[in-house]
């Protein structure tokens, strides 16, 4: 099974989660599935909440994964710890996506307006 190796100053956000640079973090095949998939329903569903659409299958994957890392960034300095699991995970890098496509909205000048359907 092919693994991805990926050094701590590679991944910003990994360099203070290792205890020493020499640390490494092995990605396997089946984690990379993983990731994407979170980011993908993570991105649909901020999608869904912000515009009332999505943004494609390679942008809902960004939004998604950028909202990931804004969200596990950003909970627990605010004293909020959720459980673990992959309902939990997509919850987060849903919330994180949410403000991250709300900062995108007020930085260019808001959103279309919102369609009401599902």
Excluded: H
């Amino acid at each position: 099974m092919a693994s991805i190796r990926v050094m701590p100053m590679q991944l910003g956000f990994c360099a203070s989660i290792c205890q020493q640079k020499s640390d490494v973090m092995y990605l396997s095949g089946e984690s990379l599935l993983i990731i994407l998939l979170v980011g993908l329903i993570a991105g649909w569903l901020a999608g869904k909440l912000v515009t009332g659409w999505g943004f494609g299958l390679i942008g809902n994957i960004a939004v998604g994964i950028v909202g990931a890392l804004v969200g596990s960034w950003l909970l627990p300095r605010l004293g909020i710890q959720i459980g673990g699991g992959v309902v939990t995970k997509i919850l987060v890098a849903t919330l994180g996506a949410v403000l991250v496509l709300l900062v995108i909205g007020l930085i260019r000048g808001g959103y279309p307006r919102r369609r009401w359907r599902f």
